[in-house]
């Protein structure tokens, strides 16, 4: 079973609203990471959040980690066009190697 | 920013041939990951090398192998394809065992 599971699986909003996916998974963990990838293209790196932090921000976007709930979202405020990609959260878990684990993705459409 | 390189971009093969997937790292990375991607799935992790040697193993089948050579490059290997192996395959770099982890573009593998 995956070790991390996002929703929502599809988000379609209008450009310059807020966009929130979340992230779940199962074990304990280091750090949490979310990663943007366009249609078949290579997976960016967004942000790392490690397990000891409870927030952090990068530009537009905001993760938070509740190691309580096993849970993290994504917030892209004031959403653009080019944001429209598939969003993956992935886990480096405690004690299992330096590999990640990837949720299911959510695939985020702005409009213009 | 020199990023990761991975080659072919695309690779056309049919069933039982053989294929060999490249990829470079980000200069000064000596970490090496491979991940699998399905269609519509999330990636997979095959397997990782640490400074040459194989560090972490996932669910790579026993007819894929892959080792990481002097110059950091690595390259997966790939007999008997099948159908099912059909996908994008990405390749990551990392120094030591730190993140984030940084993708390639990744290698589209059609079995025919």
């Not at chain 1, 530009?59 to 993956?88: E, M, Q, W």
């Not at chain 2, 799935?41 to 560090?55: N, R, T, V, W």
């Not at chain 2, 997966?76 to 996908?87: K, V």
């Amino acid at each position: 079973s995956q070790q991390g599971e996002e929703d929502p699986q599809a988000l379609s909003i209008q450009e310059g609203e807020n966009a929130t996916m979340n992230c779940s998974y199962k074990t304990s963990i280091n750090n949490l990471q979310w990663y943007r990838q366009n249609s078949g293209r290579g997976l960016v790196h967004l942000i790392l959040i490690r397990s000891n932090e409870r927030e952090k921000h990068s530009g537009r976007l905001r993760v938070t980690l509740d190691t309580s709930k096993k849970s993290s979202s994504l917030l892209i405020t004031a959403s653009r066009a080019a944001d429209t990609a598939s969003y993956f959260c992935a886990t480096d878990a405690d004690n299992a190697g330096n590999m990640l684990t990837f949720g299911g993705g959510t695939r985020l459409m702005v409009k213009p | 920013a020199a990023g990761v390189i991975q080659s072919p971009r695309h690779l056309i093969k049919e069933k039982r041939e053989t294929a060999t997937l490249k990829c470079y790292p980000i200069p000064r990375h000596d970490t090496v990951y491979w991940y699998q991607q399905g269609p519509g799935q999330d990636p997979q992790f095959l397997i990782s090398f640490y400074e040459k040697m194989q560090s972490d193993k996932g669910s790579i089948p026993d007819r894929f192998s892959a080792q990481q050579f002097s110059d950091y490059h690595s390259e997966l290997n790939m007999s008997s394809l099948e159908l099912g192996d059909s996908a994008l395959y990405f390749c990551a770099s990392g120094m030591g065992r730190t993140q984030p982890q940084h993708f390639g573009d990744g290698t589209r593998l059609s079995i025919l």
